[in-house]
């Protein structure tokens, strides 16, 4: 079983920081991608930010210059450096990891969700 585990979520002003972490654990051969989406209410889950395996970085056009993805690959853990946030990022944050397990099976996980709200 693999569990991804989310954390870093809260309030914050206009303007201010968070930063988010995602924690994979299990039975785990290897991390392919590991991606932060996020959900509003009342739309679509959408793609924030991705980084591969070698280490490759890809992000929304929305979140570019102010959301900076980063991973520990011994500890098996992605991170979400959120700056100058807006309202219109407040959502339900999605960590997903496309990985193989022990068992040379792969698939796509999803943490549990942590809420950002951007508000004065």
């Known amino acids: 079983q693999v569990q991804l585990v989310e954390s870093g979520g809260g309030l914050v002003q206009p303007g201010g920081s968070l930063r988010l972490s995602c924690a994979a654990s299990?039975?785990?051969?290897?991390?392919?991608?590991m991606d932060w989406y996020r959900q509003a209410p009342g739309k679509q889950r959408d793609l924030v930010a991705r980084?591969?395996?070698?280490?490759?970085?890809n992000y929304a056009d929305s979140v570019k210059g102010r959301f900076t993805i980063s991973r520990d690959v011994a500890k098996n853990t992605a991170y979400l450096q959120m700056n100058s946030l807006k309202p219109e990022d407040t959502a339900v944050y999605y960590c997903?990891?496309?990985?193989?397990?022990?068992?040379?099976?792969?698939?796509?996980?999803w943490g549990q969700g942590t809420q950002v709200t951007v508000s004065s």
């Open positions: 997903s990891s496309l990985l193989a397990t022990t068992d040379q099976l792969m698939r796509r996980y």
């Open positions: 299990g039975s785990i051969f290897r991390i392919n991608l």
């Open positions: 980084i591969t395996s070698g280490g490759s970085t």
